[in-house]
């Protein structure tokens, strides 16, 4: 069974960073087969899709709240993906989340409802 885990979060100040994990786990996961999506949920808010990296390592940030701040990189070897985030701010706090979808099943990260396999999240709390 395909198992994807966060870590990271935390509680950050206004301008600050944090650097969350995703790691892929199970029978056969390499990411060279799965696009691994980071969402965000707030409060009383939907998730959404803040940024991908797909199979082949070509990062999209979806969101433009986060374009300029956030970045997606891997490392194959851990089957780990990383969301390093840069001046954060109160409106970045959330759950993040993290999911995978297989490349047969798609081309690139898809809407929340149809990732297929999530991992629990992480809070990330920013506040002075």
């Known amino acids: 069974q395909l198992q994807v885990v966060e870590s990271g979060g935390g509680l950050v100040q206004p301008g600050g960073s944090l650097r969350l994990s995703c790691a892929g786990s199970g029978p056969g996961f390499s990411l060279n087969y799965y696009h691994i999506g980071w969402f965000r949920q707030a409060p009383g808010e939907k998730r959404y899709l803040i940024s991908c990296?797909?199979?082949?390592?070509?990062?999209?940030n979806a969101a433009d709240s986060v374009k300029g701040r956030f970045a997606s990189s891997r490392d194959i070897a851990k089957n780990t993906v990383y969301l390093q985030m840069n001046g954060l701010k109160p409106g970045d706090t959330a759950v993040y989340y993290c999911?995978?979808?297989?490349?047969?099943?798609?081309?690139?990260?898809?809407?929340?409802?149809?990732?297929?396999?999530w991992g629990k999240g992480t809070l990330v709390t920013v506040t002075s």
């Open positions: 999911a995978a979808v297989h490349i047969t099943e798609a081309t690139q990260c898809r809407e929340w409802y149809d990732m297929p396999y």
């Open positions: 990296i797909s199979s082949v390592g070509e990062t999209t």
